[in-house]
């Protein structure tokens, strides 16, 4: 008697296994969202506040230590890691722009997602294009797969479309000028056309300002900076007929996007078709918010309160059509405050880099030194990559290098130079992100065709916007540190458990965690990162 209960406990035990085992499902839509600028910073200081979409996602499965772990923390290298599974040294996307010096150009400066080959293409005036990727994304694998499968990305900007879509979407649709444009010969839904008038119509009128949520009124105080008079810091947006770049860089911006990305997944019936599909979203308005307004005021919080109910609405109406679908939110990378604010509020000695730091200054001054003409070396910023002119003789241009080398690592905006030589040598990185040295960081980030001669890093705090105009960019991202290198990486289902992981774990590790998700099966080896098991118990969402 006793034996038999005992046996029938051991059935009742295995089949619950079973059942709590059992693989779901794969989705019949993947949603992917990156939210362009959102820091792990940002996350935590507006978690407590959300209540509409991002609450809903910090329900899920959390990794609230995400990182873009590369060295370039910037919109396109970071968007080139969300949907491919690999880091910029693989993906080839090492920047927004990098130099050619072979090129006939004269500017010799190649924009990420352009096709140089188009003639007449330059840096700032292209042919949008994904030839730079070297590697397949998500969406390009699961159309190889079932051709029944579709993927479409809309965002705000073509980077972000084209990096995260890769190179076989079946839509892809991104803002140039006040339009939404593909450079895809497909013929365009009739909600791209509806946004366009949406975007015409929000022009020719004048917006008020947004109302102040309460969370964001202890956070809304003018600092000054740049010229006399320009402050930030308790705006409210609105915008005058015919002011763009106002709207754009406010949240209206976002629900443009989000409302073409929800008018062509209804029209498509995404989720409802024989294979699985991916709708990718590229939300660009907290990235211009924090460039022009930073990230502590009454703007970025209105942003994100003002996203986090449109995103909320997304999903609600998602719901209503019964489609079982899967969610993951990131950021293509992190972001930091003004210096004029993080002085103000206890952040310590951050300041903005010495424009003498630019290649147009330092390479002149490094020649009179060597009695060599010309700019001899080329750069796009304060820091970053930077090229020694490949016309001169290999004499020089070892002299250019050494000299360069050691001008840059004499500054005191400069935390360390590393040489190609030394970051070629450096192993690739492994184990946890978070305590990887700057070099792996920036070997991560290195690849050989298109990388520079040295890499400049600067001082964790020191902006690498040297001076402030009227208008225009404040403050940014871009460095080795984690302030822009950590986001929040956020998955969501409905009917699975939560769980919070507060281990660092990367964005290259997305991909193949989607991939389980719908047992899409990868190469060995051919991505950086690796399934997260979505299951907080003892099954799997991941291949066994
Ligand atoms: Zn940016």
Redesign the pocket.
């Known amino acids: 008697m006793k034996l038999k209960l005992f046996a029938a406990a051991l059935v009742l035990a295995a089949s619950a296994a079973a059942v709590a085992q059992a693989p779901r499902n794969p989705p019949k839509l993947i949603v992917a969202i990156s939210v ?2 959102f820091s792990g910073d940002l996350f935590a200081e507006y978690r407590q506040y959300f209540t509409g979409g991002l609450r809903r996602l910090s329900e899920g499965a959390v990794f609230p230590a995400g990182f873009q772990s590369h060295a370039a923390t ?2 396109c290298p970071g968007h080139s890691t969300i949907l491919t599974g690999a880091r910029p040294a693989r993906t080839g996307i090492i920047a927004n722009n990098w130099f050619d010096l072979g090129t006939e150009r004269p500017d010799k400066l190649i924009y990420c997602a352009e096709d140089e080959r188009v003639p007449g293409s330059n840096s700032e005036d292209y042919t949008p294009s994904g030839v730079h990727l070297r590697v397949p994304t998500l969406g390009d694998l699961m159309r190889r797969r079932d051709p029944r499968s579709r993927v479409v990305a809309v965002a705000g900007k073509d980077r972000a479309a084209i990096m995260m879509s890769g190179h076989n979407p079946t839509q892809r649709w991104f803002r140039s000028g006040t339009r939404f444009v593909s450079d895809r010969e497909t013929p365009a839904p009739a909600a791209v056309a509806s946004a366009n008038q949406d975007i015409a119509r929000r022009l020719a009128e004048t917006a008020p300002p947004m109302a102040l949520p309460a969370p964001c009124q202890p956070r809304s105080r003018a600092v000054p900076v740049g010229p006399a008079g320009r402050t930030v810091g308790d705006g409210r947006f609105g915008h005058a007929a015919g002011d763009g770049e106002a709207l754009l860089d406010s949240p209206e911006y976002d629900e443009i996007v989000l409302g073409l990305a929800e008018g062509i997944s209804g029209e498509m019936r995404l989720g409802q078709g024989a294979g699985t599909d991916l709708l990718i979203v590229g939300l660009s308005a907290t ?1 211009y918010v ?2 022009r307004f930073g990230t502590q005021g009454s703007e970025m919080c209105i942003q994100l309160l003002a996203l986090d109910r449109m995103l909320g609405g997304f999903f609600d109406r998602l719901d209503t059509q019964g489609i079982d679908y899967a969610v993951v939110l990131t950021a293509d ?1 992190g972001g930091h405050d003004l210096p004029e604010r993080v002085r103000e509020q206890a952040g310590g000695q951050a300041e903005r880099a010495d424009a003498d730091l630019r290649a147009r200054v330092m390479g002149p001054a490094i020649g009179q030194r060597l009695g060599l003409p010309g700019q001899l070396i080329y750069g796009d910023s304060v820091f970053g990559d930077f090229y020694v002119d490949r016309a001169l003789a290999e004499a020089d241009r070892r002299r250019v290098l050494d000299e360069a080398v050691q001008a840059y690592r004499a500054h005191p905006h400069v935390a360390a130079v590393f040489t190609r030589v030394e970051i070629e040598a450096a192993p690739a990185p492994a184990g946890p992100p978070d305590t990887w040295s700057v070099l792996q960081r920036i070997r991560a980030s290195f690849d050989a065709e298109r990388s520079g001669d040295f890499y400049v890093v600067l001082k964790p705090r020191v902006t690498p916007i040297p001076t402030v105009g009227a208008t225009g960019s404040i403050a ?2 871009g460095s080795v540190w984690d302030y822009d290198r950590r986001v929040p990486i956020l998955f969501w289902r409905r009917g699975m458990t939560a769980f919070e992981q507060p281990l660092s774990v990367e964005t290259v590790d997305i991909m193949p965690t989607l991939a389980g998700l719908i047992g899409l099966p990868l190469a060995p080896g051919s991505v950086d990162g690796r399934c997260l098991d979505l299951d907080p118990g003892p099954a799997t969402t991941c291949p066994r």
């Open positions: 362009d600028q910037e919109t990235d924090g460039h990378h940014t991202h």
